[in-house]
Each structure stands twice: as structure tokens, then as C-alpha cells.
């Protein structure tokens, strides 16, 4: 058996009154892909969130390999081994594309107060963004602005920056949205690709992509976990199919 | 960039600008006009305290209205020193430039915890404290200003008491300045400076303490700007606490927004027409500071980039 | 201890925190609802004390010159708002700091070309000229307590505006949510006019009640602009208790330091030396004040909900 790779405990925000996350407890174990599922506003950003550290929880505990990381800023988290994407696509928009993702690589390789050496020079670097870009393929693309990419491009390039990092644990808000279906295929292979070799905590409504990806499901909704458990598990549950698939399932 | 083959607008100027200042001694004596010298050393002076400006608010986007207090720092590290009759050049710079490090990271570590408009005016009210310090020191004359009785002396190795000597170690000063931002931009640690303009809380999450990094380039820009400090004090052989009043960071401002803010050579054309059309102005009226009080809300409304954005509009056009 | 000059070093600490709060209660409001950052409020200040200045030598009474310098502020900052600063609300704060500088630039020229570079004192009818005891051998001015009387109500009466007037309830509602405010269909452009009128107004106030003082002069206003930004800081940007409350802290702490340091310092170290620095670290006081409040509260003490 595994140890808890991430463990949340009885972790509980609200907003002005409204419970956004209600007393969550969830596992995920190294090398699975675990999915979290559930309806508009039910609490999976802001969940993410308190994981990466931009919100802080009213209450409860965030434990990741071992180590309470609860009260954590977002950059030591990063240091630790954590990477998430946003739903929002947040990049650094002036900048290349090259360079948006040799910065990941910087933040990886420790310390940046290296005053002097040409960063663009620096093959150590270029070389390593080019693969990272390689992976979700955007190499052609390396001297574009970021600005000027369209937004399924954005998306991979989202993705490519939590990769950079070279993360022990992805947590992804909804890496397919807004794509089309076939940027979408593309976007569940790349993942495909990490299955196995990275852990990742998935947040997505395409349906077939979560059920082609997760190894176990955890539903969320209104801030409560109602089901956790193996994809059939979780299709065949009840309280599931009424509080959530439903609509989509039936 | 050092092929002249690739140059366009914005490279030309850099270039000739820098090469017209450095022959200017050779023509100012050729046409019997030193005081344009005068002039264009002042001009390189507050142009080092544009490049450092411009380090963290244009590279950085952090809206420093403080940072006059720098130039004080720096020539009072050269004044005091003198009052006491110690005018070694090497000491008296290195203290320019320590004593602004130290006021820029303590003043740094707080403002920099605060965002937008916050640090806008706790900057500008950080330089303001400085500036009162000074006026009730009555020791080091208080609001008479002090009298720098001699110039920083560099034991023979070269004398700036004679003025082309001066001037060209300040533009060779001007030159080193642009040199280290540029090389400093283009950086790994420039990188995140860069990035963390632009998106700070994505750089957090990839893993940049941004914090320690702003506050580093925070000390860097302080130091630069002690040292042009340290050149204006010699310069003028006197300083006065009103000359970092705040109304003097927001000439700073002006002059690296006149000229493009997050160029590397903008600020020294900004900086350069200010000074020019301020020599040329004043001569013509005694209100020529509404004509600027125009000018700069004229650029702010209608010239974004400032003369750096044109200039790189010129070179797209060819 | 010497009571009396405590008790009236107490009064002008209070009188320079009213007329700080006037001058912050408009920077804060305007501020905390248009996100605007105006340098140049400090020349609507200057502008009340001209104009005020100018309407005493025509009409010959103080008071009436007052109540007319006020409307006269009222439209410069109309036309201010309308000429310049309606096109900056969408732009960054760079840009709002910039052009309210350049506004800085002209204002204090064109004073200098109306009104000459000298300063213009302001005489006060007799019955303001004199003091008044307060308590027994205490005596203050008479004008100093009707200043601070005049700031009191003021800032009496705009507290009741935010807190018990619709329009304070949209003030309220902009100050933290500003899309709010137009979805209730308000016409917000109106809305920003006005209350940048009203800054414009308390301004003046401000600097028409200092002039007999200190004399209406050219860049009177540069000055004790930035204590009004320290004083918004301290109290928290968009907060007109925060206002409130932050300038009386920074005017008293202000006086006090500056009549009563270099006693308290000679309890420390030698006389020469609490001589030598207690004017510089008076001087500092209130940036001091200022950098401990940050260090604990980012915000300052009574940050605006929901920004
Ligand atoms: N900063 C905030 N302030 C107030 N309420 C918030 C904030 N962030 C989220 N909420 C509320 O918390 C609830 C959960 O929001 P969250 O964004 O986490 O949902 P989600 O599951 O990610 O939804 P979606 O599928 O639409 O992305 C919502 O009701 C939302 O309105
Ligand atoms: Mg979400």
C-alpha cells in the first residue's frame, strides 16, 4: 500500500458565510491520476486553491509527503514539488514562449540570483524549454509573445509551464477548457503520456476525458465530497447519478 | 544588436547619442561653449538616476516616487564626508552607494509588501522622510543646503576637479550604467524581474519567492541612483535637501516615462529632452513649468512608449 | 510638566489633524471609489486659499469670502474632472500620478502668473484676531479652535452621508464594488464628477482655513499633501473613519513631537545630544509611524471591505 501522497484533511473555507469547501477529507496516492468531479461552483478552484497555497483555509490541515504545508506561501509549495495550472489561463503574456516556460525551468533549478549570464544564451536553459514545449507541442511557437497565441495554445502552454517545473504532484483546473475536441484529444494524450510517471490531481467536466484518465473519482458538490472511489464506482453511485450525472449520464 | 547592419531607428540614436556625447568636449571647445558641457554632464547625471528608475518601473513595475531620495543620499555621502575634510573618492562612493542600499532595503522590505497605489505613496513619503531628516540636521547646514568645498579626490589616479575630466568619467559612468541594467535585464535574475511584472501570482506559483527578488532589484536601482547622487554632489559642488523633495522623484518619473519606460535607452532620452527643453524654455519664459505641466499630461494621454515607442514605430515602418 | 502648554500643544495637533483629515477625505473618497490617485488634490487646496485670499481684499470680510471661495474650488475641480481626469479612470496609477503631476505643474504657474510669485496673507476680522481661555491662565486662539470645530463637523457630517444616505450607500457600495454601483444604474460618470467636486470643496476648505495663518502661497499644497497620503495609508486607502482617525493620530503625534521630543529624549541621553537629533527624528515621526502600521497591517488600520 502507498503512503499518502497528498492528504487533506477536514479542510474547510468559507465566503462571507457560504461554505466553499465543507470540511474536505481526500488522499491521493503517488502515481495516480486522481479525478475531482462536480458541478459549476461546487468548490473545485477554490479547493486547488488552499492546495497550492493562494488561499488560506479557515480551517483544516494540507499534508504533502509527509509534511504539513498547510500554512505555506504558493512558491515554497512550488519548491516542494507541487505545480498547478488555472483555469483562467494566467501566463506571463509579454513574454515569449520560450521564455515563459524557461522561468518554470529557472524556479526548478533553485535560486535565481544569477546576475550576469545571458538567460537567452544559456543553453541549460533554452534547451530544457524546448523540450518541455516539445512535450505539448508548441516548439514551433517558442519565439512567439505569448499575447499572440490563440486560446487552445494558451492552454498548452498553461500546461507546459506546471510541467517545467518538473513537479512531484499536477494539480490541473480544467486543462481543456474552452478547447476544441480535437485540441481536447490532443490535451488527454499529453496527459495520457504523465499517466504512470506523475501524480496528478484533475479537475475537469469533459466526462470521457476524466474517465479515460482517473484512476479514482472524487465528487464534489457544494464543498462536500459525496463519493470517492475506482471510475465504475463512481458511475454506478446513486447519490451520484442524482446530485450530478444525472442530467449528463441519463 | 552589434551589427550595424541590423540597427534601426532605435539603435542609431542609441549609438549617435552616445557617441555625440562622448566627442561633445571636442566641439564645445572647438566652438568656445562650455557651458553646453555644463549642461550635458548634468544631463548624464540625472540620465544614471533614469536608468535606475527605470530598473524597477519599467523592467519591474514597481511605481517608485521616492527616488530622489537616492540622489540626496548619495551626495550627502560625498558632502559629509568633505565637512569633515575626508575626500577620498573610493570611500565616499562606496558609501553613496552602501548607505542607499541599506535606506532602499529597509524601505523596500515595507513598501514592497504593499501593491499598486500603496507603494506609490509610501515610497513617496519614505523619500519625504529623508528629505525632512536633512532639513532639521542644522550640523550639515539644514534647509541652507551644504556647500561641497572639494570635489572627490581618486589619488591621482585621474582628477575631477578639471571639468573634461569630469565629464568623461561621467559618461563613462552613464555608459557603465546602461551596460550592467542591460546585462542585469538579460539575465536569469532579470528574467524574473521581467516575469514577475507581468504576472506576479503565476511566477509565485511556479515557484519565485517574487518578494526577495523585487527587493533585490529594489536595492540595485538605490544603488545606482546613490551613485548618480554621489556624481550630482560633486557636480554641483553644493546640495540642498530640497533638491530630493518629492516634486524632483516626479521629474524622474517624467523623464523615464518621456522617453519609454522598460526600454533601456528610453530613460536617456527622456531624461535628455527634459533637460533640453527645460534649458530652452526657461530662457524663453519665467512659467515655463506649465508648458511641462502640459507637455506631461499630453505624453500620458496620447504618447504611449514615449520616444522609445516612436522610435521603435520609425524602425517598423522601414 | 507645564499643563497649559500641553493642553495647547493638544489643540494645534488636533487643528493640523482636521485640516489633514479634510484634505484626506477626499483623496480617500476619491480613491477608494474611482480607484484615482490624485497628486494635484494639494492644488485644489492652494487654489480655496487664493481664491479666498483674493475675495477678502474685495469684499473685506473673511467669512464672506469663505463661503464664495468654496463654490469657485467646487468648479475648478468640475473642470479639472472634466477636462483631465474622466479620460485617466481606465489608465494605471502610473498614469494618474503622472498627469496629476503635469496638473501640479500648471496650477502652481498659473497661480504664480495670477497672483505673483510672493505669498498673499489673509486678515482676519477682530473678532477671530484674538484668543479666548479655555481654561483658567490657558489661552488659544480663537481661530485655531474654530478651525478645528469647522473640521470636527465636517467630518461629523460626511460620516453621516456615507452611513445613512443613499448616496453614501452607493460610496459604500463603490468602495468595494465598483460594477456594482453601475448595474444598480447609476450614472456613474455623474457620480465620480460630483464627488470629485466634493473633494475639491473640503480641500479648499482646508487650505482657505490655513491661509490667515501660514499665508496663501505658491506649492503650499506639495507639502502637506504627502502627510495626507501617509494619513490615508495609516488609516486605510477608501476609509473615511480610517481618514478620520489616522489624521488626528498624525497631527497630534506630529505637534508633540516636535514641542515635547527633546525633553523626553534628555531622559535618555546626554542634552546635547537629545538636542542634535530629536529635530530629525520629530521630522521622521509620523513615516515611522507610518512603516510600523504597514509592517503589521498592509491595509492600514480600517482597510475597505472587499478590496
Ligand atoms: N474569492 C471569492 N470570494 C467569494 N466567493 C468565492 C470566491 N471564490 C469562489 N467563490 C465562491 O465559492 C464557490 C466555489 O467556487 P469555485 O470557483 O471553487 O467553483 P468551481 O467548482 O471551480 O466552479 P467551476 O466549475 O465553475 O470552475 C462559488 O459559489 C463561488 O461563487
Ligand atoms: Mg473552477
Same mark, same amino acid.
Given at each position: 500500500m502507498t503512503a499518502a501522497f497528498l492528504q487533506i484533511s477536514n479542510l474547510y473555507k468559507s465566503f462571507g458565510g457560504v461554505a466553499a469547501t465543507d470540511h474536505v477529507d481526500l488522499?491521493?496516492?503517488?502515481?495516480?491520476?486522481?479525478a475531482v468531479i462536480g458541478p459549476n461552483g461546487a468548490g473545485k478552484t477554490t479547493l486547488i486553491s488552499q492546495l497550492a497555497g493562494e488561499l488560506e483555509p479557515d480551517d483544516g490541515q494540507v499534508a504533502f509527503l509527509g509534511r504539513d504545508i498547510t500554512r505555506l506561501p504558493p512558491?515554497?509549495?512550488?519548491?516542494?514539488?507541487?505545480?498547478?495550472?488555472?483555469?483562467?489561463?494566467?501566463?506571463?503574456?509579454?513574454?515569449?514562449?520560450?521564455?515563459?516556460?524557461?522561468?518554470?525551468?529557472?524556479?526548478?533549478?533553485?535560486?535565481?540570483f544569477r546576475f550576469w549570464r545571458d538567460a537567452r544564451r544559456d543553453t541549460a536553459l533554452t534547451d530544457r524549454a524546448m523540450q518541455a514545449l516539445a512535450r505539448v507541442g508548441l516548439e514551433g511557437r517558442a519565439d512567439t509573445i505569448a499575447q499572440q497565441m490563440s486560446h487552445g495554445e494558451h492552454r498548452q502552454l498553461e500546461i507546459a509551464l506546471a510541467l517545467a517545473t518538473d513537479p512531484k504532484l499536477l494539480l490541473l483546473d480544467e486543462p481543456m477548457a474552452g478547447m476544441g475536441s480535437e485540441e481536447a484529444a490532443r490535451m488527454v494524450e499529453i496527459l495520457r503520456d504523465l499517466k504512470g510517471s506523475k501524480t496528478m490531481l484533475l479537475?475537469?467536466?469533459?466526462?470521457?476525458?476524466?474517465?479515460?484518465?482517473?484512476?479514482?473519482?472524487?465528487?464534489?458538490?457544494?464543498?462536500?465530497?459525496?463519493?470517492?472511489?475506482?471510475?465504475?464506482?463512481?458511475?454506478?453511485?446513486?447519490?451520484?447519478?442524482?446530485?450530478?450525472?444525472?442530467?449528463?449520464a441519463g | 544588436m552589434l551589427d550595424p547592419r541590423l540597427w534601426q531607428a532605435r539603435e542609431w540614436v542609441t549609438a549617435l547619442t552616445l557617441a555625440a556625447f562622448g566627442l561633445a568636449p571636442v566641439f564645445t571647445e572647438l566652438a568656445s561653449q562650455p557651458f553646453i558641457l555644463d549642461l550635458i554632464a548634468r544631463l548624464m547625471i540625472l540620465a544614471i538616476a533614469a536608468v535606475s528608475l527605470n530598473l524597477i518601473l519599467g523592467h519591474g513595475g514597481m511605481i517608485s516616487f521616492g527616488h530622489a531620495a537616492y540622489i540626496g543620499i548619495g551626495a550627502y555621502a560625498v558632502g559629509i564626508p568633505a565637512y569633515y575634510e575626508i575626500t577620498n573618492g573610493f570611500l565616499q562612493i562606496a558609501i553613496a552607494i552602501g548607505a542607499s542600499a541599506v535606506f532602499a532595503f529597509f524601505t523596500g522590505l515595507i513598501s514592497l509588501r504593499t501593491k499598486g497605489?500603496?507603494? %506609490?505613496?509610501?515610497?513617496?513619503?519614505?523619500?519625504?522622510?529623508?528629505?525632512?531628516?536633512?532639513?532639521?540636521?542644522?550640523?550639515?547646514?539644514?534647509?541652507?543646503?551644504?556647500?561641497?568645498?572639494?570635489?572627490?579626490?581618486?589619488?591621482?589616479?585621474?582628477? %575631477?576637479?578639471?571639468?573634461?575630466?569630469?565629464?568623461?568619467?561621467?559618461?563613462?559612468?552613464?555608459?557603465?550604467?546602461?551596460?550592467?541594467?542591460?546585462? %542585469?535585464?538579460?539575465?536569469?535574475?532579470?528574467?524574473?524581474?521581467?516575469?514577475?511584472?507581468?504576472?506576479?501570482?503565476?511566477?509565485q506559483s511556479i515557484g519565485f519567492d517574487t518578494y526577495k527578488y523585487r527587493l533585490t532589484c529594489y536595492v540595485i536601482a538605490g544603488m545606482i541612483c546613490g551613485y548618480a547622487g554621489a556624481l550630482l554632489g560633486n557636480f554641483t559642488s553644493?546640495?540642498?535637501?530640497?533638491?530630493?523633495?518629492?516634486?524632483?522623484?516626479?521629474?524622474?518619473?517624467?523623464?523615464?516615462?518621456?522617453?519609454?519606460?522598460?526600454?533601456?535607452?528610453?530613460?536617456?532620452?527622456?531624461?535628455?529632452?527634459?533637460?533640453?527643453?527645460?534649458?530652452?524654455?526657461?530662457? %524663453?519664459?519665467?512659467?515655463?513649468?506649465?508648458?511641462?505641466?502640459?507637455?506631461?499630461?499630453?505624453?500620458?494621454?496620447?504618447?504611449?512608449?514615449?520616444?522609445?515607442?516612436?522610435?521603435?514605430?520609425?524602425?517598423?515602418?522601414? | 510638566m507645564?499643563?497649559?502648554?500641553?493642553?495647547?500643544?493638544?489643540?494645534?495637533?488636533?487643528?493640523?489633524?482636521?485640516?489633514?483629515?479634510?484634505?484626506?477625505?477626499?483623496?480617500?473618497?476619491?480613491?477608494?471609489?474611482?480607484? &484615482?490617485?490624485?497628486?494635484?488634490?494639494?492644488?485644489?487646496?492652494?487654489?480655496?486659499?487664493? &481664491?479666498?485670499?483674493?475675495?477678502?481684499?474685495?469684499?473685506?470680510?473673511?467669512?464672506?469670502?469663505? &463661503?464664495?471661495?468654496?463654490?469657485?474650488?467646487?468648479?475648478?475641480?468640475?473642470?479639472?474632472?472634466i477636462i483631465v481626469v474622466r479620460k485617466l479612470y481606465r489608465r494605471d496609477h502610473l498614469d494618474h500620478v503622472l498627469a496629476t503631476f503635469g496638473?501640479?505643474?500648471?496650477?502652481?504657474?498659473?497661480?504664480?502668473?495670477?497672483?505673483?510669485?510672493?505669498?498673499?496673507?489673509?486678515?482676519?476680522?477682530?473678532?477671530?484676531?484674538?484668543?479666548?481661555?479655555?481654561?483658567?491662565?490657558?489661552?488659544?486662539?480663537? &481661530?485655531?479652535?474654530?478651525?478645528?470645530?469647522?473640521?470636527?463637523?465636517?467630518?461629523?457630517?460626511?460620516?453621516?452621508?456615507?452611513?445613512?444616505?443613499?448616496?453614501?450607500?452607493?460610496?459604500?457600495?463603490?468602495?468595494?464594488?465598483?460594477?456594482?454601483?453601475s448595474a444598480l444604474g447609476i450614472d456613474i460618470g455623474k457620480l465620480f464628477l460630483g464627488l470629485f467636486a466634493l473633494g475639491a470643496v473640503l480641500a479648499g476648505l482646508a487650505g482657505l482655513m490655513i491661509a490667515p495663518i501660514t499665508e496663501a502661497s505658491i506649492g503650499m499644497g506639495n507639502e502637506i499633501i504627502i502627510v495626507a497620503f501617509v494619513v490615508i495609508i495609516i488609516g486605510g486607502i477608501g476609509s473615511i473613519k480610517g481618514a478620520f482617525v489616522a489624521a488626528l493620530l498624525v497631527g497630534l503625534i506630529d505637534t508633540m513631537g516636535r514641542s515635547f521630543l527633546d525633553s523626553f529624549l534628555k531622559l535618555f541621553m546626554s542634552i546635547q545630544n537629545a538636542e542634535t537629533s530629536a529635530p530629525a527624528i520629530s521630522a521622521m515621526m509620523i513615516y515611522i509611524l507610518m512603516a510600523a502600521v504597514l509592517a503589521f497591517r498592509p491595509q492600514g488600520l480600517f482597510p475597505p471591505k472587499g478590496r
Amino acid at each position: 500500500m502507498t503512503a499518502a501522497f497528498l492528504q487533506i484533511s477536514n479542510l474547510y473555507k468559507s465566503f462571507g458565510g457560504v461554505a466553499a469547501t465543507d470540511h474536505v477529507d481526500l488522499e491521493v496516492l503517488e502515481h495516480e491520476v486522481h479525478a475531482v468531479i462536480g458541478p459549476n461552483g461546487a468548490g473545485k478552484t477554490t479547493l486547488i486553491s488552499q492546495l497550492a497555497g493562494e488561499l488560506e483555509p479557515d480551517d483544516g490541515q494540507v499534508a504533502f509527503l509527509g509534511r504539513d504545508i498547510t500554512r505555506l506561501p504558493p512558491h515554497a509549495r512550488a519548491q516542494l514539488g507541487l505545480a498547478r495550472s488555472f483555469q483562467i489561463t494566467s501566463l506571463m503574456l509579454d513574454m515569449t514562449v520560450r521564455d515563459n516556460v524557461a522561468l518554470a525551468i529557472q524556479a526548478h533549478d533553485g535560486h535565481s540570483f544569477r546576475f550576469w549570464r545571458d538567460a537567452r544564451r544559456d543553453t541549460a536553459l533554452t534547451d530544457r524549454a524546448m523540450q518541455a514545449l516539445a512535450r505539448v507541442g508548441l516548439e514551433g511557437r517558442a519565439d512567439t509573445i505569448a499575447q499572440q497565441m490563440s486560446h487552445g495554445e494558451h492552454r498548452q502552454l498553461e500546461i507546459a509551464l506546471a510541467l517545467a517545473t518538473d513537479p512531484k504532484l499536477l494539480l490541473l483546473d480544467e486543462p481543456m477548457a474552452g478547447m476544441g475536441s480535437e485540441e481536447a484529444a490532443r490535451m488527454v494524450e499529453i496527459l495520457r503520456d504523465l499517466k504512470g510517471s506523475k501524480t496528478m490531481l484533475l479537475i475537469e467536466h469533459d466526462m470521457d476525458a476524466v474517465f479515460a484518465l482517473a484512476d479514482r473519482i472524487t465528487v464534489l458538490v457544494y464543498g462536500k465530497v459525496i463519493a470517492t472511489g475506482k471510475p465504475d464506482e463512481i458511475r454506478a453511485d446513486e447519490s451520484v447519478r442524482r446530485a450530478y450525472l444525472g442530467d449528463e449520464a441519463g | 544588436m552589434l551589427d550595424p547592419r541590423l540597427w534601426q531607428a532605435r539603435e542609431w540614436v542609441t549609438a549617435l547619442t552616445l557617441a555625440a556625447f562622448g566627442l561633445a568636449p571636442v566641439f564645445t571647445e572647438l566652438a568656445s561653449q562650455p557651458f553646453i558641457l555644463d549642461l550635458i554632464a548634468r544631463l548624464m547625471i540625472l540620465a544614471i538616476a533614469a536608468v535606475s528608475l527605470n530598473l524597477i518601473l519599467g523592467h519591474g513595475g514597481m511605481i517608485s516616487f521616492g527616488h530622489a531620495a537616492y540622489i540626496g543620499i548619495g551626495a550627502y555621502a560625498v558632502g559629509i564626508p568633505a565637512y569633515y575634510e575626508i575626500t577620498n573618492g573610493f570611500l565616499q562612493i562606496a558609501i553613496a552607494i552602501g548607505a542607499s542600499a541599506v535606506f532602499a532595503f529597509f524601505t523596500g522590505l515595507i513598501s514592497l509588501r504593499t501593491k499598486g497605489v500603496y507603494f %506609490i505613496m509610501i515610497t513617496m513619503a519614505f523619500a519625504q522622510m529623508v528629505y525632512f531628516a536633512f532639513i532639521s540636521i542644522e550640523e550639515y547646514g539644514g534647509d541652507d543646503g551644504l556647500v561641497i568645498e572639494t570635489r572627490s579626490e581618486f589619488g591621482g589616479l585621474f582628477d %575631477i576637479e578639471d571639468t573634461t575630466t569630469f565629464y568623461y568619467f561621467t559618461w563613462v559612468s552613464l555608459v557603465a550604467a546602461l551596460y550592467l541594467v542591460r546585462r %542585469i535585464m538579460r539575465s536569469r535574475f532579470g528574467m524574473v524581474i521581467e516575469g514577475a511584472k507581468g504576472n506576479e501570482r503565476r511566477m509565485q506559483s511556479i515557484g519565485f519567492d517574487t518578494y526577495k527578488y523585487r527587493l533585490t532589484c529594489y536595492v540595485i536601482a538605490g544603488m545606482i541612483c546613490g551613485y548618480a547622487g554621489a556624481l550630482l554632489g560633486n557636480f554641483t559642488s553644493f546640495f540642498s535637501p530640497e533638491m530630493m523633495d518629492w516634486t524632483h522623484s516626479g521629474e524622474l518619473l517624467f523623464m523615464v516615462v518621456l522617453g519609454g519606460a522598460g526600454s533601456l535607452f528610453g530613460p536617456v532620452l527622456g531624461t535628455a529632452a527634459f533637460v533640453l527643453l527645460e534649458e530652452f524654455l526657461s530662457g %524663453i519664459t519665467i512659467y515655463w513649468q506649465a508648458i511641462f505641466g502640459v507637455l506631461l499630461i499630453l505624453v500620458v494621454l496620447f504618447a504611449p512608449g514615449g520616444i522609445d515607442g516612436f522610435l521603435g514605430r520609425l524602425g517598423r515602418k522601414r | 510638566m507645564d499643563w497649559g502648554l500641553l493642553i495647547t500643544q493638544v489643540l494645534n495637533g488636533m487643528q493640523l489633524g482636521v485640516l489633514l483629515f479634510l484634505l484626506a477625505s477626499g483623496l480617500t473618497l476619491v480613491f477608494g471609489i474611482m480607484d &484615482f490617485v490624485n497628486l494635484a488634490h494639494g492644488s485644489l487646496y492652494m487654489m480655496g486659499a487664493f &481664491f479666498c485670499a483674493t475675495l477678502t481684499e474685495w469684499t473685506g470680510s473673511f467669512v464672506l469670502a469663505a &463661503f464664495l471661495a468654496l463654490p469657485l474650488t467646487a468648479l475648478v475641480g468640475l473642470a479639472v474632472e472634466i477636462i483631465v481626469v474622466r479620460k485617466l479612470y481606465r489608465r494605471d496609477h502610473l498614469d494618474h500620478v503622472l498627469a496629476t503631476f503635469g496638473l501640479i505643474l500648471v496650477f502652481d504657474t498659473a497661480v504664480q502668473f495670477i497672483w505673483g510669485p510672493a505669498g498673499t496673507a489673509i486678515p482676519l476680522p477682530e473678532w477671530l484676531d484674538g484668543r479666548v481661555e479655555i481654561l483658567p491662565n490657558i489661552e488659544f486662539p480663537t &481661530f485655531r479652535l474654530l478651525i478645528i470645530a469647522t473640521g470636527l463637523v465636517v467630518a461629523i457630517a460626511l460620516y453621516w452621508i456615507v452611513t445613512h444616505t443613499r448616496t453614501g450607500m452607493l460610496i459604500r457600495a463603490g468602495a468595494s464594488n465598483r460594477t456594482m454601483v453601475s448595474a444598480l444604474g447609476i450614472d456613474i460618470g455623474k457620480l465620480f464628477l460630483g464627488l470629485f467636486a466634493l473633494g475639491a470643496v473640503l480641500a479648499g476648505l482646508a487650505g482657505l482655513m490655513i491661509a490667515p495663518i501660514t499665508e496663501a502661497s505658491i506649492g503650499m499644497g506639495n507639502e502637506i499633501i504627502i502627510v495626507a497620503f501617509v494619513v490615508i495609508i495609516i488609516g486605510g486607502i477608501g476609509s473615511i473613519k480610517g481618514a478620520f482617525v489616522a489624521a488626528l493620530l498624525v497631527g497630534l503625534i506630529d505637534t508633540m513631537g516636535r514641542s515635547f521630543l527633546d525633553s523626553f529624549l534628555k531622559l535618555f541621553m546626554s542634552i546635547q545630544n537629545a538636542e542634535t537629533s530629536a529635530p530629525a527624528i520629530s521630522a521622521m515621526m509620523i513615516y515611522i509611524l507610518m512603516a510600523a502600521v504597514l509592517a503589521f497591517r498592509p491595509q492600514g488600520l480600517f482597510p475597505p471591505k472587499g478590496r
